[in-house]
C-alpha cells in the first residue's frame, strides 16, 4: 500500500475509502493548476473517465431535429456589434486550448471582452446570444449569479475581484450552419462552455454558484440563486431507506470544500461512488431525474430534451452520492454520476466578506460535466476532424 492510500484509509476508514483516496490522488496529480502557468492546460485532453479508462462510443454525430440558427444569428450580431479590436481579441480558432482556461476565481487576466467595458448596446447583443442559448431559468439564473457578485462587491467593499459585470465572452470558431464552433462565457460563479455542431450542443463544463446565495440588502436585494438544486438534492436522499442510505451516504460529516471537478480538473480519474439508479425504486428514480433536469434545464428546451434522454438510457449506471447531515439546516455535498453526465453541488466555506473555517449555506458551487472526452464537445470534434480532415 503506498503513502497516499494508507493516508486516505486512516482518514476515511472502509466506508469512505474509494472516495477519500480520488479525492487525495485528484489534488496529488492536480497539483496547483490554472492560468498560473501550471501544464494542466498542455496536457492532452482526455475527459472525466474511471480507472477504467475512457468508455467509448457514448457520443455520435447526428441530426437531433433542434434548430441552432437562433443562437448562431444571435452570434454573428454579437461580434458584428464588437469593434475591430474587441473583435480581434475575442475571437479564438474552435479547438483552441482557450476552451481550458476557465475559472471561477480572479487567477490571471481574463481573456475576451468583457461587460465591463461593453456598451449597453454590446451588452444587449451578448445577452441575446445567451438568451438564445439559454432556457428563461437558465438565463435569469446567470444573470442572477452576476447581480449577486454585484452584491458581494458591496459587502467586500467593493473589491476590484467582484462585481455586476466583470464577466467576459469569447467565441471558438466563427459561427456556422455547418462548422464546429462555440462560445464561453468566463467569470465569477459562473462559467458556461456552449459548444455548437449543425444541430447538435454540447453545453459543459457549466460552473454556477454563489456567495452570498441571497442579497438580503443593497441594489439587487432579493435576488436569491442555487435553492432548487439544494433543495432537489436534499429531498431525494431522504427519500431512500436507511439501507438505500447507507450505501449512498460516503461521510455523515462535512468539513470542508468536496467538489472535485472546477477549474483546471479536465482529467480527473473519478470511480463511481454511492447508491446506483438500478437500486432506486420507481418514485426515487423519477426524483433522481428531476434533480439531474434541474441542471440540465439551463439550457433550451429542446436541446435539454435531447440531454436527458442521453441521460435516461444510462439511468441505472447512475450513481448517487452524498456528504455530509440530511436535514433542512445541514450542509452537504452531493454527486450524480454516470457515463454521460456529472454533477456535483457543495456547500463550500465562506470566503468573502469574511472567512469560515466550516462550510456554510451561503456559499454554493456546483459544476455538470461531460465524462468520457465530451466535454466541450471534443468527442464529437474528434469524429468531426476524422471525417472532415483539417
Not at 68 to 95: H, K
Request: charged content about 25%; glycine content about 8%; aromatic content about 8%.
Amino acid at each position: 500500500m503506498n503513502t497516499f492510500s494508507r493516508i486516505a484509509r486512516w482518514i476515511a476508514g472502509a466506508s469512505g475509502l474509494l472516495f477519500c483516496c480520488t479525492v487525495i490522488l485528484v489534488a496529488y496529480s492536480q497539483g496547483p493548476g490554472g492560468r498560473r502557468g501550471a501544464p494542466v492546460i498542455d496536457e492532452p485532453f482526455v475527459g472525466i473517465v474511471t480507472s477504467q479508462g475512457v468508455q467509448e462510443d457514448l457520443f455520435r454525430i447526428e441530426s437531433t431535429g433542434v434548430t441552432t440558427e437562433p443562437v448562431r444569428i444571435a452570434a454573428d450580431a454579437f461580434l458584428a456589434g464588437l469593434t475591430d479590436e474587441q473583435r480581434e481579441r475575442t475571437v479564438f480558432p474552435v479547438d483552441d486550448t482557450e476552451w481550458r482556461q476557465w475559472d471561477n476565481r480572479h487567477r490571471s487576466k481574463r481573456q475576451g471582452v468583457g461587460f465591463d467595458e461593453m456598451t449597453e448596446t454590446q451588452r444587449a447583443l451578448a445577452f441575446e446570444m445567451l438568451g438564445q442559448s439559454l432556457s428563461a431559468k437558465g438565463l435569469k439564473k446567470t444573470q442572477d449569479i452576476m447581480k449577486l457578485n454585484g452584491t458581494l462587491a458591496e459587502l467586500a467593499n467593493n473589491f476590484d475581484e467582484y462585481g455586476e459585470w466583470l464577466y467576459w465572452i469569447t467565441i471558438m470558431g466563427q459561427p456556422s450552419e455547418t462548422e464546429p464552433w462555440g462560445w464561453q462565457l468566463d467569470g465569477h460563479h459562473v462559467v458556461i462552455n456552449y459548444f455548437v455542431m449543425g444541430d447538435q450542443v454540447v453545453m459543459s463544463p457549466v460552473f454556477m454558484g454563489s456567495e452570498p446565495v441571497e442579497a438580503k440588502g443593497g441594489k439587487f436585494k432579493g435576488t436569491i440563486v442555487m435553492q432548487d438544486e439544494q433543495d432537489k438534492g436534499l429531498d431525494l436522499i431522504t427519500m431512500l431507506d436507511d439501507e438505500q442510505r447507507s450505501e449512498a451516504i460516503i461521510m455523515n460529516r462535512k468539513n470542508g470544500n468536496n467538489n472535485l471537478t472546477e477549474a483546471y480538473k479536465d482529467n480527473v480519474v473519478l470511480d463511481y461512488a454511492g447508491i446506483a439508479g438500478s437500486k432506486l425504486n420507481d418514485a426515487q428514480k423519477q426524483a433522481l431525474l428531476r434533480l439531474i433536469e434541474e441542471y440540465v434545464g439551463n439550457i433550451r428546451e429542446g436541446h435539454a430534451k435531447v440531454r436527458m434522454s442521453e441521460v435516461e438510457k444510462h439511468l441505472d449506471d447512475t450513481h448517487f452520492a452524498w456528504i455530509g447531515g440530511t436535514t433542512d439546516q445541514s450542509v452537504y455535498y452531493y454527486r450524480v454520476h454516470s457515463p454521460v453526465i456529472l454533477i456535483e453541488f457543495d456547500h463550500q466555506r465562506r470566503v468573502a466578506p469574511f472567512h469560515t473555517s466550516e462550510p456554510t449555506r451561503d456559499h454554493i458551487h456546483t459544476v455538470i460535466r461531460t465524462p468520457n472526452g465530451n466535454d466541450y464537445g471534443k468527442d464529437l470534434l474528434r469524429q468531426h476532424y476524422h471525417s472532415h480532415p483539417h
